[in-house]
């Protein structure tokens, strides 16, 4: 299921609101393949498939940029090659353009949910009050996914908001893994007959059109207008799943109904392919990171010790290159696979002059990186 889902999605958008020419790098389905060939699944599983030796990757979620994600692998390069030398494993070496595949298909896997609990959707139909107005969830089409009920539910949105008033019925919100739940509840209820159900999990580039052509940039443009949020704020922790992301939506739709008609608009309708897209685009909206602050580059320099071993522009030469000069300094995501592949080499290093490993936090190596770069001759 992991391999038909990766291979029916494809990186290539461009970056919206962020960087309008920066395009993702590679499909998944290459970063799927290294992640075999290369030897993590020997240690690493993807939801449940693979090694139990390290984390299962498709169950932690790697937020942030992608040199957030490169700072997660970096900063367990030490303690992952311990493990590679204890069970026998040759260490992969990887090249800048392996180490994007492998970023973004680690950036990928997040988006997809587990299976849902039916039993604890059948609550939430009842809870949730859904029960009032569909009387019979067995109606509802077989094949139910996340993406029909979004589409079914936005669409019918602003006439189940003015029922539901009347009625005195709150608003159901749904939190976590709960519209899974409500989903595989209808999929075992449903006795009706199936319909055609948009079956990919959306593609980022198309959802940017999506994005401008139902109006959304009118209010989530990236302007000055704080009464509605920037959509490509890190901060907003929008690097959800696909089911979370449709759950913010539908939790939020209130607000927005009131918003159209503040403006006198109407409400846009989508199909699942357009809500699927749309829910890509935001959820890689901050694939890319933002421009470096090369103040604090130059402090985590001295902070991290790499002045230990490497010179910038000149001075006494250590045990590493001059990396002004370097020629694998050309981008971040060389310098990150060169830290990788010299792991071993930087570890008897440092300890020997008693260094500690780098940890990065969030943004720590955009800066970093961006530093080195930006005194590259």
Same mark, same amino acid.
């Given at each position: 299921?992991?391999?038909?889902?990766?291979?029916?999605?494809?990186?290539?958008?461009?970056?919206?609101?962020?960087?309008?020419?920066?395009?993702?790098?590679?499909?998944?389905?290459?970063?799927?393949?290294?992640?075999?060939?290369?030897?993590?699944?020997?240690?690493?599983?993807?939801?449940?498939?693979?090694?139990?030796?390290?984390?299962?990757?498709?169950?932690?979620?790697?937020?942030?940029?992608?040199?957030?994600?490169?700072?997660?692998?970096?900063?367990?390069?030490?303690?992952?090659?311990?493990?590679?030398?204890?069970?026998?494993?040759?260490?992969?070496?990887?090249?800048?353009?392996?180490?994007?595949?492998?970023?973004?298909?680690?950036?990928?896997?997040?988006?997809?949910?587990? /299976? @849902? &609990?039916?039993?604890? %959707? =059948?609550?939430? #139909?009842?809870?949730?009050? +859904?029960?009032? *107005? $569909?009387?019979?969830?067995?109606?509802?089409?077989?094949?139910?996914?996340?993406?029909?009920?979004?589409?079914?539910?936005?669409?019918?949105?602003?006439?189940?908001?003015?029922?539901?008033?009347?009625?005195?019925?709150?608003?159901?919100?749904?939190?976590?893994?709960?519209?899974?739940?409500?989903?595989?509840?209808?999929?075992?209820?449903?006795?009706?007959?199936?319909?055609?159900?948009?079956?990919? /999990? @959306? &593609?980022?580039?198309? %959802? =940017?059109?999506? #994005?401008?052509?139902?109006? +959304?940039?009118? *209010? $989530?443009?990236?302007?000055?207008?704080?009464?509605?949020?920037?959509?490509?704020?890190?901060?907003?922790?929008?690097?959800?799943?696909?089911?979370?992301?449709?759950?913010?939506?539908?939790?939020?739709?209130?607000?927005?109904?009131?918003?159209?008609?503040?403006?006198?608009?109407?409400?846009?309708?989508?199909?699942?392919?357009?809500?699927?897209?749309?829910?890509?685009?935001?959820?890689?909206?901050?694939?890319?990171?933002?421009?470096?602050?090369?103040?604090?580059?130059?402090?985590?320099?001295?902070?991290?010790?790499?002045?230990?071993?490497?010179?910038?522009?000149?001075?006494?030469?250590?045990?590493?290159?001059?990396?002004?000069?370097?020629?694998?300094?050309?981008?971040?995501?060389?310098?990150?696979?060169?830290?990788?592949?010299?792991?071993?080499?930087?570890?008897?290093?440092?300890?020997?002059?008693?260094?500690?490993?780098?940890?990065?936090?969030?943004?720590?190596?955009?800066?970093?990186?961006?530093?080195?770069?930006?005194?590259?001759?």
């Amino acid at each position: 299921m992991r391999i038909f889902l990766v291979s029916m999605f494809f990186i290539v958008a461009s970056h919206g609101l962020v960087s309008a020419q920066q395009n993702f790098p590679q499909s998944p389905v290459q970063g799927d393949r290294l992640f075999s060939e290369k030897g993590c699944s020997k240690c690493h599983s993807i939801l449940g498939q693979g090694g139990r030796v390290g984390h299962d990757l498709g169950k932690i979620n790697l937020k942030g940029s992608r040199l957030d994600v490169a700072s997660a692998m970096l900063n367990n390069a030490q303690t992952m090659g311990n493990k590679m030398r204890e069970m026998k494993i040759i260490r992969p070496h990887l090249t800048g353009t392996e180490i994007e595949s492998l970023i973004a298909f680690l950036y990928y896997v997040n988006y997809f949910d587990e /299976p @849902g &609990n039916s039993t604890s %959707g =059948k609550s939430l #139909f009842k809870d949730r009050q +859904c029960i009032r *107005c $569909h009387t019979d969830p067995s109606s509802f089409p077989r094949g139910m996914t996340p993406i029909y009920l979004a589409k079914t539910l936005w669409n019918h949105g602003p006439r189940m908001w003015t029922q539901m008033s009347r009625q005195g019925i709150p608003w159901p919100r749904f939190e976590g893994m709960e519209m899974m739940d409500l989903v595989a509840f209808l999929r075992e209820t449903a006795r009706t007959e199936s319909v055609a159900m948009y079956g990919s /999990p @959306g &593609n980022p580039n198309e %959802g =940017k059109k999506v #994005f401008r052509s139902k109006g +959304c940039p009118q *209010c $989530h443009g990236g302007h000055d207008d704080r009464t509605v949020p920037n959509l490509a704020d890190p901060t907003l922790g929008l690097q959800v799943s696909l089911t979370q992301t449709v759950s913010r939506l539908w939790n939020h739709a209130p607000q927005m109904f009131s918003r159209f008609s503040e403006k006198g608009l109407e409400a846009p309708h989508f199909t699942e392919r357009e809500i699927a897209d749309l829910v890509a685009y935001i959820y890689f909206l901050n694939y890319f990171d933002s421009p470096p602050d090369l103040t604090a580059g130059r402090k985590l320099f001295a902070e991290k010790q790499c002045s230990t071993c490497h010179s910038l522009g000149g001075g006494i030469q250590g045990a590493g290159p001059d990396l002004s000069v370097s020629q694998k300094s050309s981008s971040s995501i060389d310098m990150v696979a060169a830290m990788w592949n010299h792991t071993p080499f930087m570890h008897s290093v440092m300890q020997e002059k008693e260094i500690p490993w780098p940890r990065f936090d969030r943004g720590e190596l955009n800066n970093l990186l961006g530093y080195i770069q930006s005194l590259k001759k």
